[in-house]
Structure formats: structure tokens, C-alpha cells
């Protein structure tokens, strides 16, 4: 019997992902890179220490095909880095490179997301704060004042990558604070 969850996650042959990195967008240039969601469960699976091949192929259940395809893409895009362990067979670990440890947050982010909305009571696993000894939630703050963010406390303004002109012609720009999002 064949598992939903392989229906889930078949893709037709003939099926081409669509790239995303002309587009001025930093979600899209970044969804680019590690938008696939074996790509980010293998940062995560990074992030609790797992960096051998056998050990993602066992925790995940992905094919070894897929495996040494995202492997190589995250290595290509220098967010893991292959390390030789042995000669004889050879063999590599992968490990995560600084720009690979600034995916941190996104993951905290997506795992808290799911421990409410996907999850219900059983969440998974706890982020502990090595320094105070204390299990804490990630809050997104204002590096300027210190204030917790959240969607309505911010506003988007444009960056040195967009034409200001560009900007202000999208509906984006009539999102502030007050409007209902």
C-alpha cells in the first residue's frame, strides 16, 4: 500500500521548479535556495547535530537520490559545508556553514508556528536557553528600541534593492500599522 505521504510528496517527472532568483524579492531569493522542505528539515536535522549522510537518510526516510540532490544543492549554496572523515571508503560529513546557522531563526520560527497551529498539545521539542537553563519562545524585537514585533507593528519601507517609484505604485506600500492585514 503507498502511504498519503507519498502522494504528498511525489512529483511528476516532467514537472520543472520555477526559479525565483530574478525576482527583487529577499523571501523569494531565499525560498530559491532552501524552499524545499526536505532543504530545510535537513538544516534542521543540522541543527541538532546530525552530519552524516546514513543519519539524515534514517531520521528523514528520504530517498538516497533526493538526499545526496539537496546535500549537494545546500553545499553548492554554502550552507553546509562537506568535510572528508574517511579516505577508505570515502566518506563526508556535512556541516553547517555561518550563512547555513543564520537559517536559526527561520526554523525556530516555522518550529513555533507549528507547535500552535499544527501541532496541538504534543509539541515535539523545547528551545532551551543554554546561559539561564530556562525553555523560552523566540520574539522577534526592534533592534532600535527593544520593542516584541509582530505583523501590525511594522510597516515596509524600500531597501537599496527597489526602486522607490517601483515601490509606492504597490499595495504593499498602503500597508501600515492601521490597516487590517
Not at 11 to 34: G, K, N, P
Not at 62 to 67: H, M, P, V
Not at 109 to 115: E, F, L
Not at 118 to 144: F, K, N, Q, Y
Amino acid at each position: 500500500m503507498i502511504s498519503a505521504f507519498h502522494h504528498a510528496t511525489l512529483y511528476a517527472w516532467h514537472m520543472q521548479r520555477t526559479s525565483f532568483e530574478d525576482m527583487s524579492c529577499s523571501v523569494a531569493r531565499c525560498l530559491d535556495i532552501v524552499g524545499e522542505w526536505w532543504s530545510l528539515l535537513i538544516v534542521r536535522d543540522s541543527m541538532l547535530g546530525v552530519t552524516r549522510f546514513d543519519d539524515f537518510q534514517a531520521r528523514l526516510g528520504i530517498s538516497r537520490n533526493i538526499l545526496t540532490q539537496r546535500l549537494s544543492r545546500l553545499v553548492d549554496n554554502e550552507i553546509l559545508r562537506r568535510v572528508s572523515y574517511s579516505e577508505h571508503p570515502p566518506r563526508s560529513e556535512y556541516r553547517l556553514t555561518a550563512k547555513g546557522r543564520d537559517l536559526w531563526l527561520v526554523i525556530v520560527a516555522m518550529r513555533q508556528w507549528g507547535d500552535r497551529w499544527a501541532t496541538a498539545d504534543d509539541t515535539p521539542v523545547r528551545v532551551r536557553h543554554d546561559h539561564c537553563g530556562e525553555v523560552i519562545m523566540v520574539l522577534p524585537t526592534c533592534s532600535h528600541c527593544g520593542e516584541t514585533l509582530d505583523a501590525r507593528s511594522v510597516s515596509s519601507v524600500p531597501g537599496p534593492g527597489v526602486a522607490a517609484d517601483t515601490f509606492y505604485r504597490t499595495p504593499l506600500a498602503a500597508l501600515g500599522p492601521d490597516r487590517e492585514r
